[in-house]
């Protein structure tokens, strides 16, 4: 029963930081079109600007709140000079070029500060460990545990009851009709991209106490998340939720009960979903 | 017709270069020949996918790994004979990509490109986990690679040239061979599933066993391909099944143009070229490569042979088709 809960808290946390990730992704998705390679590093980067801080300034806090607007702003620019001209090409085209974006960042990390890894300490008020059934559990984790479908539920209002939640809403089901009717499409597609990093980076920073800060980060979770993306259904929310819930589970209980499989079960996962729900558990078939 | 005759011209003069290196050059810029020769093959074949079909693979190095291992797998438990290797391999692999082709081509663009992604992932962790077949993540190596045999010639492969030429004959039938077979009416149906899968299904193909025919075919390619590399290394080892080295097969392909047959092996040569010199300044390369790619990608979508084709086409004051 420990061990279960245990699994089920290191599963739900990192599923957590899944679900940040991918909603960004499936959102860029959604509404653009465009399948972000580079989406994992915008996360890293988010967890080195919040390393960075936290060695100025000391605090956590200031990290995740300052760090993530300034990958939104690299992200502006990375749409307005370098996505846009491909709207309406090849989609490989795309692929390709945030494929070369994610080399160029997870290597310019390296450069900046190095290929060591580093640990970011949880901030005070949510270090230490709670005890829950009898064992200790790591705060932070719980935190992490709580704070997800909070932003879940947050963004989920955002996009149902704001006005530029239904702008979004708009542009992604249907763009000529959402021009014709003078929605400023191109800076909607700038504002959801740079939203999108801006979530990503976010996801980077929480994550940046919960695992070593390392430049290879980017590219596993960019993996996990495209798994999660595409079981959710590419686009959807709740399939966000879901996917990546489940693709946390998976890993913590496969590591304990498949440890030879573990690797393999998220992309085995991936190959059946994909089989019976060719758009994914809450797709729309087209 | 000028145009093709000056191009056979190059592809000749090319050849006879290369044919020719191993009397000139040293023995150092031969291993890397090889290499750039190894890479060419493997990306020749994820580019019949590609460039003709349109599918934008992340998985051909699961493949071209799981040849390696096969090849490395039947001189360590079978007989010790090189084209033993090969035959298990080219066997191996065209079954491997049958099965994982047969669940791919249902799918198009991204989903395509995430499924060849995850069964290629399936495989680096078989080659990864399975400690007592493939020795896990240190690789498997520990092979003495047998002399090639011709029947009427026998040579030590030990000795980098006659290494070098095998790898030249392969690689060569290789882009013979998909030369052939896209110049072929089945190659002529590959490029229309490329322009518009539904109109060629409409006209009565079946547009997923013509592309799984090309899957096949390009995983059989990858798979020797991926021989040679474990060979030239006297090891096979899982980094070889990852998706990141697919990703430099994609790399290759759009340095060099996708377009072309011959774009994917000069993109292997620039890259490897690339390679040398940024490396001799600074050991984080990714970081140029990737800036060349986004270049490429915004202003030279067709690559550098791509583009100056398209150069000379116009010189000449000819349309391309």
């Given at each position: 029963m420990e061990a279960f809960f245990a699994n089920l808290l290191n599963g739900l946390s990192w599923g957590m930081l899944l679900f940040l990730i991918s909603m960004g992704l499936t959102t860029v998705f959604g509404v653009m079109g465009v399948l972000n390679f580079a989406h994992g590093s915008l996360f890293m980067l988010g967890a080195y600007l919040c390393l960075q801080f936290v060695r100025w300034t000391g605090s956590f806090w200031i990290g995740l709140i300052l760090g993530p607007p300034l990958v939104a702003a690299l992200s502006v620019l990375i749409e307005r000079f370098l996505l846009r001209p491909l709207y309406?090409?090849?989609?490989s085209l795309q692929l390709l070029l945030t494929f070369g974006l994610m080399l160029f960042l997870d290597d310019g990390v390296r450069l900046i500060w190095g290929a060591a890894y580093h640990v970011v300490n949880p901030p005070e008020v949510l270090s230490g460990s709670v005890a829950l059934f009898s064992r200790s559990y790591p705060l932070y984790r719980l935190f992490l545990v709580i704070l997800g479908p909070i932003v879940g539920i947050g963004l989920w209002a955002f996009f149902t009851y704001t006005l530029w939640g239904k702008l979004l809403r708009a542009a992604a089901t249907d763009r000529q009709m959402a021009e014709i009717v003078g929605v400023r499409v191109p800076v909607l597609f700038t504002a959801v991209f740079a939203f999108g990093a801006w979530l990503a980076a976010v996801g980077g920073a929480l994550a940046a106490p919960h695992q070593s800060v390392g430049p290879a980060m980017g590219e596993r979770i960019i993996i996990e998340s495209f798994i999660v993306v595409v079981i959710g259904g590419m686009g959807s929310f709740p399939g966000a939720f879901v996917g990546a819930l489940v693709l946390g589970l998976l890993h913590s209980f496969g590591t304990t009960f498949f440890p030879q499989l573990q690797m393999a079960l998220p992309y085995i996962l991936l190959a059946v979903i994909l089989l019976i729900r060719p758009r994914g558990l809450f797709g729309a078939e087209s | 017709m000028r145009i093709r005759r000056a191009g056979s011209l190059w592809i000749v003069a090319s050849t006879a270069f290369l044919a020719a290196a191993p009397f000139f050059l040293s023995t150092y810029w031969i291993l890397i020949l090889t290499e750039i020769l190894t890479m060419s093959l493997f990306a020749m074949s994820f580019n019949l996918l590609?460039?003709?079909?349109g599918l934008l693979s992340f998985g051909q190095a699961g493949i071209f790994g799981a040849g390696g291992y096969l090849a490395v797998l039947s001189l360590l438990h079978g007989p010790s004979s090189l084209w033993g290797a090969f035959a298990a391999a080219l066997a191996g692999s065209a079954l491997i990509s049958l099965v994982i082709g047969w669940f791919c081509v249902r799918r198009d663009e991204i989903y395509f490109a995430i499924l060849t992604l995850g069964f290629g992932m399936m495989l680096f962790t078989v080659a990864h986990n399975w400690r007592s077949l493939?020795?896990?993540?240190?690789?498997l190596g520990g092979f003495t690679l047998p002399p090639l045999d011709l029947f009427v010639w026998r040579g030590s492969l030990a000795d980098p040239r006659h290494f070098y030429f095998l790898v030249l004959a392969v690689a060569l039938i290789g882009a013979i061979l998909l030369y052939r077979m896209v110049n072929s009416p089945f190659g002529l149906m590959l490029r229309s599933i490329r322009e518009n899968t539904q109109r060629l299904s409409f006209v009565g193909a079946d547009v997923r066993a013509v592309r799984l025919c090309a899957f096949v075919v390009a995983g059989t390619l990858a798979g020797i391909a991926g021989v040679l590399f474990a060979f030239f290394n006297r090891i096979a080892s899982p980094e070889m099944l990852h998706w990141a080295f697919s990703g430099k097969a994609v790399l290759m392909t759009i340095l060099g143009g996708?377009?072309?047959?011959?774009g994917p092996a000069v993109g292997a040569a620039i890259f490897f070229v690339l390679e040398h010199v940024i490396t001799a300044y600074t050991t984080n390369w990714m970081v140029f490569l990737g800036a060349i790619l986004i270049v490429l990608v915004l202003?030279?979508?067709?690559?550098v042979l791509g583009s100056l084709l398209d150069l000379v086409q116009r010189y000449r004051g000819r349309p391309r088709s």
């Open positions: 309406g090409r090849d989609v | 590609f460039g003709y079909t493939t020795g896990g993540s240190d690789g996708s377009g072309v047959l011959l202003a030279f979508p067709r690559g």
